[in-house]
C-alpha cells in the first residue's frame, strides 16, 4: 500500500506526521463495522458469497420474492442486449429485434414490444388502419402498435420534453408535430383510443412505468411471464442464469 502511494507521489512520513491514517478500503470498512460489533470479524470468503448469490437466485427463479423475480427475468431477457437504453433516437430503418423476433425503428418501440409480449398483450405493429382518412394525397396510416382484443392503438412519439425531434432528423419539428396532430385527429374523429408514450420517458427511464400505468387505465390486463414459460420461449436460461 504503502509502496504504491509512494509511486503515486504521496509522501507517507508527512501523512503521519499530519494524524491522517493510511489504509485500504477494505480496512477502513473493517475498522467501522467493527467499532459497532463486539465479536472479531473477518472477510466474506469467496465460497460464503457463492453461497449467498446462489441463495438469491433460487428466491428469484422460485418466485417467493415477486420483485426480485421480476428484476431476475428481466436481466434474462435482455442479457444480449447491447443498445444503451438511454441513447438518442435514431429512427430510420427497422434495426431493432424485438423478442417476438421482429424488427422495430427504435429503442423505444423495442421496450413498448417487448413489455406487451412479456405480458400476453398480443399487438400488431405497423398494422394498417383502415378507418383512417386517406385524403388530400395522405398515404395509409399505420400506428406504431394496434392491440387487436381491446382496439387500443398505441403511438410512440420520437420527441423531448420541449416537444422536439432529435438533432439530424430529416424531419422537422413542425412537420413531426403536424403529423402528431393529424394522427390524434384520427382517433377522436372515430372515438376510438390511442395511448401515447414519449422518447423522453425512455431517456428519463419511466416508460415500463408509463406503459404499465397507462394501459393498467385503460382497462388492458397485464399477465407477467412466468419462469416456466420464459424458459419455454427462450430456452438457453440455464446458461443466461448462470452468468448473471
Not at 427475468?73 to 437504453?85: P, V
Not at 402528431?180 to 385527429?185: D, E
Request: proline content about 3%; cysteine-free.
Amino acid at each position: 500500500m504503502q509502496d504504491r502511494l509512494r509511486q503515486m507521489g504521496v509522501t507517507i512520513a508527512d501523512r503521519e506526521k499530519a494524524g491522517v491514517t493510511v489504509s485500504t478500503l477494505h480496512s477502513l470498512g473493517k475498522r467501522v463495522v467493527q467499532a459497532i460489533v463486539t465479536g472479531p470479524i473477518s472477510v466474506a470468503d469467496d465460497r460464503w458469497t457463492d453461497s449467498l448469490v446462489a441463495a438469491v437466485l433460487r428466491e428469484a427463479r422460485t418466485g417467493q420474492d415477486p420483485h426480485l423475480a421480476e428484476l431476475y427475468l428481466h436481466a434474462i431477457l435482455n442479457f444480449h442486449r447491447n443498445e444503451d437504453e438511454t441513447a438518442p433516437a435514431i429512427g430510420g430503418d427497422k434495426r431493432y429485434r424485438t423478442l417476438r423476433g421482429e424488427h422495430v425503428r427504435s429503442v423505444g418501440e423495442r421496450i413498448i414490444a417487448d413489455f406487451l409480449f412479456f405480458n400476453h398483450v398480443d399487438y400488431k405493429y405497423e398494422a394498417k388502419a383502415s378507418w383512417a382518412s386517406v385524403a388530400g394525397g395522405r398515404g395509409a396510416y399505420h400506428p406504431d402498435f394496434a392491440l387487436p382484443e381491446s382496439g387500443v392503438s398505441i403511438e410512440y412519439w420520437g420527441v423531448n420534453r420541449a416537444g422536439e425531434v432529435p438533432a439530424g432528423w430529416t424531419t422537422s419539428t413542425a412537420e413531426y408535430k403536424q403529423g402528431m396532430a393529424w394522427k390524434r385527429a384520427q382517433f377522436h374523429r372515430e372515438g376510438k383510443t390511442l395511448i401515447e408514450f414519449y422518447d423522453y420517458e425512455r431517456t428519463e427511464g419511466t416508460l415500463e412505468a408509463a406503459l404499465r400505468e397507462r394501459l393498467t387505465r385503460s382497462s388492458i390486463t397485464l399477465r407477467p411471464m412466468t419462469f416456466e414459460e420464459v424458459g419455454k420461449s427462450f430456452g438457453d436460461l440455464k446458461y443466461i442464469g448462470s452468468s448473471i
